[in-house]
């Protein structure tokens, strides 16, 4: 059975934690709730930070003279000095962090669709972009993981959001120990999950953690930024189908026809869009069990991230959407 690094995570302290909305309100959140189990959060409201009480009156984004200002429409007061210092003094001072969860669609922490208004009165927005302290965030972290809580009611986010936050944290967990002998085993652990995720870096990563004559440091540093790379972008749907294939060809002589179909209607379905990789990945992890394959029972492809981070109310309403483009 894997063991999980524990991830360090920035949250939106409305989110799960405290009635911090403007309103005093508390945002509900299935996965918050899941992930305090499993990751170490870093609550933080960026409103509240600058001097904005809690019930407060709004603020909004307006752009103004070709830049984007953040102000509050009821007192007038242009709060975009404030955001700005403090997202920077606040990232500067994070060490460790593995990703970011932000509160869907706010002025200073929604991380892309905030609404942008032509003036401070003005009921219908010019433009929508990020928040001021998330668009930070992206520029100062956009290696790590990073993600609204709405967006992850979506199970093909949620995954990708999951296993980049937990595979980073134990990539940086390690670095401690400074053992070439455990960036190779770091890397055979999760060889067919990278080989699914951007099989181009998969092979730099491999003979990165391979070459013994690199010193730790360089090769953890130039591991890393690998790493970042092959995780930047969700797998490729028929990569991964491509990778669980080939697990399940390596027993195809055991199985029964049943037992393939079985599979086969899993890989259809999740070709489909109609459901996650969940099934496919469960039929596999008991065929590798049942059989005794000591190497793949170590490989993270088949539990990149707890199980119980699996079993989350999903959200099934991206079928012909491409999620990600969106995103940018």
């Known amino acids: 059975m894997r ?43 960026p409103e509240m930070a600058i001097g904005l009480g809690v019930p407060r009156d709004p603020i909004r984004l ?18 975009t000095e404030e955001m700005e210092a403090f997202a920077e003094e606040y990232l500067q001072s994070l060490h460790g962090i593995d990703g970011f969860i932000l509160k869907s669609r706010s002025p200073s922490c929604g991380v892309r669709d905030v609404r942008i208004y032509g003036g401070s009165h003005v009921p219908a927005a010019a433009d929508r972009n990020s928040g ?11 290696h790590l993981a990073i993600e609204d809580e709405g967006r992850l009611r979506n199970y093909r986010i949620r995954e990708h959001f999951l296993t980049k936050l937990f ?39 491999e003979r990165i953690a391979g070459d013994a004559t690199i010193p730790f440091d360089t090769a953890y540093r130039e591991y890393t930024k690998h790493m970042y790379r092959a995780l930047s972008h969700p797998p490729d749907l028929e990569a991964y ?17 049943d037992e393939r179909g079985l599979f086969s209607d899993a890989i259809r379905k999740y070709r489909a869009g109609n459901t996650s990789r969940c099934p496919a990945i469960t039929i596999l992890k008991a ?9 793949c029972q170590r490989q993270s492809l088949f539990a990149p991230y707890p199980d119980a981070l699996m079993e989350v109310d999903e959200e099934r309403s991206d079928r012909g959407r491409d999620l990600w483009q969106e995103a940018s």
């Open 62 to 79: 307006i752009a103004r003279g070709g830049a984007t200002r953040l102000v509050q429409p009821a007192t007038g007061r242009d709060v």
């Open 132 to 142: 001021l302290f998330a668009r930070e965030v992206r520029k100062r972290c956009s």
């Open 3 to 45: 063991t999980f690094a524990t991830p360090n995570v920035v949250v939106s302290r409305c989110i799960e934690f405290d009635r911090c909305r403007y309103n005093h309100d508390i945002i509900a959140s299935p996965i918050v709730r899941e992930l305090k189990d499993h990751v170490r959060f870093f609550p933080v409201c």
């Open 287 to 295: 065929w590798v069990a049942r059989f005794g394959e000591p190497v």
């Open 241 to 257: 189908v491509q990778v669980m294939t080939g697990v399940m060809q390596s027993f195809s002589e055991k199985l029964s026809k």
């Open 167 to 205: 595979t980073l944290a134990e990539l940086r967990e390690f670095g401690t120990e400074r053992s070439s002998a455990r960036l190779r085993e770091f890397h055979s652990d999760h060889a067919l999950l990278l080989r699914a995720y951007n099989p181009e870096e998969e092979h730099a990563l």
